[in-house]
C-alpha cells in the first residue's frame, strides 16, 4: 500500500470532517486528494484481501452505528463467503436527534465512498450500494460524487429508502433492497450470511467506513495512537438539548461526557440527567454521567450503551417523565406494526408513561406497567422494543423522585409545558 504524502497529526481533531465542516460544502475529488492523498493501490482478489482485513484486525476499528461490534471481524465473517459479496454503507441515521452522519457525508462523501471501495477489497465484493433516506439532501451529494471518481472498480448505487425509524436496522435495508418492505425481518439468516440477492452483504455506518478510509492510508499504529486502548479512534458525536452550540463534534473516543458538553459551548442551564446513547440509550444522572468516559465498555459498566453516539442534556426545568413518555409514543408510532411487543406493548408502555407525566395515575399501576416492561424485550424481530423499553426502565430509575411525586398525582411544572426531545414528523406511506 502507499502512504500519502501528508498524514494528520495523531492529535488532531476533525480528522473525519476536515475543515469541510466549516462550510458545510461537500469536499471537491480536488479538495479530498489535496487533504488526504489518494486511495493506496490494490485491486479486488478472490476472498478478499488478507492485508487489509489484518490491518483493520490491528487497528482495533469498532463500529460507529450503535452495536460497536469489531469491525475487523465483521469484515471476515463476509469474506470467507466464497462468492463475491456485497458492501451497504448505512447512511441512514433514523433517530431524529443524529446529525453525524448527515455531517459527515455532507462535508466528507468522498472519504465514505473511499471507505465503500476498501471494505469491497477487504470482503472481495462487486457491488455497493449506499442507503440514504428519501429526500435526504446527501442523496444528490452522493450521486454528484461517484460520478466523479474516477475508474470506479464497481458500481455504487444510491439507494433511498422511505424516512421510517426502523428502516435503517440492516435486515430492513436487506430485505427493501432485495424488493421487499423496509421493514426488519426475523433473523438468521443475517445479511453476512444471505443478504442482498442471496449473496453475503456487510452493512456498515458510513462512519465506520470513513475511519477505514484513514486507517488504509496511515496505519493501524496511526489510528491506535488516539482514543480508548480498548476502542481506538476517534468518533462524531451529536450533542443538543441544554448545551449553547448544539451540533456534532469530533472526539478521541473515551472522553468524557462532560468534556465533549464543554466542546459543545457548556450546559446553558443546570443540568438534571443527560441520555447517552440516544433513544435507544439510557437516561443518566448528570453527575454520573458527566465522568463517564464515551466507550462501549465504560459505559456498559453503569447499565449504559454508546448508541450512535448521541448526547441530550436535559435541563433541571425538564420533567425526565414527561421527555420520556413523549419519545416512547413516536417510538411506538416508528415500528414496523408487525411483531406483538410492538403492535401491543409500546403503545401501552407510552401510554402509562404519558398518564404518569399527567398526573392521571394510580399507584396500582405501576404493577402492568413493570410487568410490561420486563415482557416487551427481546420478542420482536429487531431490536426496536427493547431499545424503547431500556429507555423506558432508565428514565423510571433515574427519574424515581418525579415518579413518586408523579404517582402522588403532582406532576412537576416542567410536565406542563411541550416536551423538548425531537421527535420527527410521522412517516406515513409505503415501505417500499
Ligand atoms: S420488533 Fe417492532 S420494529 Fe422490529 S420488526 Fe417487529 S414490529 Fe417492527
Known amino acids: 500500500m502507499t502512504t500519502p504524502a501528508r498524514a494528520p497529526s495523531a492529535t488532531q481533531t476533525l480528522r473525519l470532517l476536515c475543515g469541510f465542516a466549516k462550510t458545510r460544502q461537500p469536499a471537491s475529488w480536488s479538495e479530498h486528494l489535496a487533504e488526504h492523498g489518494p486511495l493506496p493501490s490494490g485491486r479486488r482478489r478472490r476472498g478478499g484481501d488478507p492485508r487489509l482485513l489484518e490491518l483493520v484486525d490491528k487497528s482495533g476499528l469498532t463500529g460507529r452505528g450503535g452495536a460497536g461490534f469489531p469491525t475487523g471481524r465483521k469484515l471476515r465473517t463476509v469474506a470467507g463467503s466464497g462468492r463475491a459479496a456485497v458492501v451497504v454503507a448505512n447512511g441512514m441515521e433514523g433517530e431524529p436527534a443524529a446529525q453525524k452522519d448527515a455531517l459527515l457525508l455532507a462535508v466528507a462523501p468522498h472519504l465514505v465512498l473511499d471507505g465503500i471501495e476498501l471494505a469491497a477489497r477487504a470482503v472481495d465484493a462487486n457491488h455497493a450500494y449506499v442507503a440514504v433516506h428519501r429526500g435526504s439532501p446527501a442523496s444528490a451529494v452522493l450521486r454528484a460524487a461517484v460520478a ?3 475508474e470506479p472498480p464497481m458500481p455504487v448505487t444510491i439507494a433511498e429508502l422511505p424516512a421510517h425509524y426502523v428502516a435503517s436496522e440492516e435486515s430492513a435495508l436487506v430485505h427493501w433492497l432485495n424488493g421487499g418492505a423496509a421493514k426488519p425481518t426475523f433473523v438468521p439468516p443475517r445479511p453476512f450470511e444471505r443478504g442482498v440477492g442471496g449473496r453475503a452483504t456487510l452493512v456498515n455506518n458510513v462512519e465506520t467506513l470513513a475511519h477505514l478510509a ?15 486502548v480498548g476502542e481506538p ?11 449553547r452550540h448544539p451540533g456534532v463534534v469530533e472526539v478521541a473516543t473515551g472522553t468524557a461526557v462532560g ?20 433513544y435507544f440509550g439510557t437516561w443518566m444522572d448528570a453527575e454520573l454521567a458527566l465522568s463517564l468516559p464515551l466507550t462501549q465498555a465504560g459505559l456498559r459498566a453503569v447499565g449504559g450503551a454508546l448508541g450512535a453516539g448521541i448526547l441530550i442534556a436535559l435541563p433541571d426545568s425538564a ?4 421527555e420520556t413518555a413523549h419519545v416512547l409514543g413516536y417510538l ?13 406493548g409500546l403503545p401501552a408502555i407510552a401510554g402509562a408513561l404519558t398518564d404518569l407525566a399527567r398526573g ?40 424515581a423522585a418525579d415518579v413518586h411525586r408523579h404517582e402522588a398525582s403532582r ?18 406511506g409505503s415501505w417500499r
Not at 479512534?233 to 448545551?243: H, K, N, P, R, S
Not at 411506538?332 to 401491543?344: H, I, L, M, R, Y
Not at 409545558?417 to 420527527?424: D, K, N, T
Request: aromatic share 4%.
Open 148 to 150: 466523479v471518481r474516477p
Open 214 to 228: 484513514l486507517i488504509a492510508r496511515h496505519g493501524s499504529e496511526w489510528f491506535r495512537q488516539v482514543g480508548d
Open 233 to 243: 479512534g476517534t468518533m462524531l458525536v451529536t450533542i443538543c438539548g441544554a448545551v
Open 259 to 278: 468534556e465533549v458538553l464543554r466542546l459543545a459551548g457548556g450546559a446553558s442551564a443546570a443540568l438534571q440527567a443527560v441520555l447517552v446513547g440516544g
Open 319 to 322: 420533567c425526565g417523565i414527561a
Open 332 to 344: 411506538a408510532g416508528q415500528s414496523a406494526n408487525q411483531c406483538g411487543p410492538c403492535v401491543n
Open 360 to 399: 392521571s395515575w394510580s399507584p396500582a399501576r405501576r404493577g402492568d406497567l413493570d410487568r410490561w416492561l420486563g415482557l416487551v424485550p427481546g420478542r420482536g424481530a429487531c431490536r426496536h422494543p427493547d431499545g424503547a423499553v431500556r429507555l423506558a426502565v432508565s428514565a423510571l430509575q433515574v427519574f
Open 411 to 428: 406532576p412537576c411544572a416542567g410536565a406542563l409545558v411541550p416536551p423538548a426531545l425531537p421527535v420527527g414528523a410521522p412517516v406515513s
